[in-house]
């Protein structure tokens, strides 16, 4: 694949995502709701977030370019999560019992979750 070839297949794959992304987000409560994925100036992938409850949207940061849904997923949940830590949201979506840390977003066999960052275990599919 071309670089541009590479991008608008990024993008695809990230805006197959987002609907995953979304619906477990919506799901969990987060502080932030995903709105969209867009093609920024500079051919990298932007995504575009608001704060539960409603308001403008924000655009952050330009996200990795990738090759399966999975990693979008990955990316994107991640890049999220962070948004709706800096919320004010410390343990969204909650981890395990006694466990005060936020899971974290990975790929576990192909397939997009979220794990307990202290010992690695999946707790639940993301979307």
Excluded: K
């Excluded at 409560?29 to 969209?36: L, Q």
């Excluded at 992938?45 to 539960?52: C, E, G, P, S, T």
């Excluded at 999220?80 to 974290?104: K, N, S, Y």
């Amino acid at each position: 694949m071309n670089s541009d070839d590479e991008v608008l297949h990024s993008l695809d794959c990230y805006e197959t995502a987002l609907r995953r992304v979304s619906a477990d987000f919506g799901s969990r409560g987060a502080a932030v709701e995903p709105v969209s994925v867009r093609l920024g100036a500079l051919a990298g992938v932007l995504v575009d977030y608001r704060v539960a409850g409603g308001g403008d949207p924000y655009t952050v940061g330009t996200l990795p370019m990738v090759t399966t849904v999975e990693e979008a997923v990955v990316a994107l949940a991640d890049l999220l999560q962070e948004e709706a830590l800096e919320c004010g949201d410390t343990a969204w979506p909650g981890c395990r019992p006694g466990h005060p840390h936020p899971p974290t977003p990975c790929l576990s066999g192909g397939t997009a979750v979220w794990s307990c960052p202290r010992d690695a275990t999946a707790l639940a599919g993301i979307g």
